[in-house]
């Protein structure tokens, strides 16, 4: 069965972050990425960025996070929490950047 201990540790063994904030308190981990996304729009192809956040879903429960939430990732900015998924353990949490 894996734990919270072994999600903490996933993480932190493919670039998890101890220093990203959401609402000015800093997470236990979590992982930024940045993707490109490319987006069927009316008959074109549009690219973008997608930023998503991935964390322990415990931390986002215990904290109480929720979609509008202020995210602060070094070097790369400040986002929004766009949505918030659960993956078995594992919150998978789309940023945007305006609020």
Avoid at 6 to 34: C, Y
Wanted: glycine fraction near 8%; proline fraction near 6%; aromatic fraction near 4%.
């Amino acid at each position: 069965m894996e734990t919270d201990a072994d999600r903490r540790a996933m993480l932190l063994a493919v670039g998890g972050q101890k220093n990203i904030t959401v609402n000015g308190a800093t997470l236990s981990v979590a992982l930024f990425t940045s993707e490109p996304l490319d987006l069927p729009f009316d008959g074109l192809r549009v690219s973008t960025d997608a930023p998503q956040l991935a964390c322990l879903m415990s931390e986002v429960r215990q904290r109480d996070l929720k979609n509008g939430d202020a995210v602060v990732v070094p070097d790369e900015g400040e986002f929004w929490i766009a949505d918030i998924g659960n993956e078995s353990g594992l919150a998978v949490i789309p940023l945007r950047k305006e609020p």
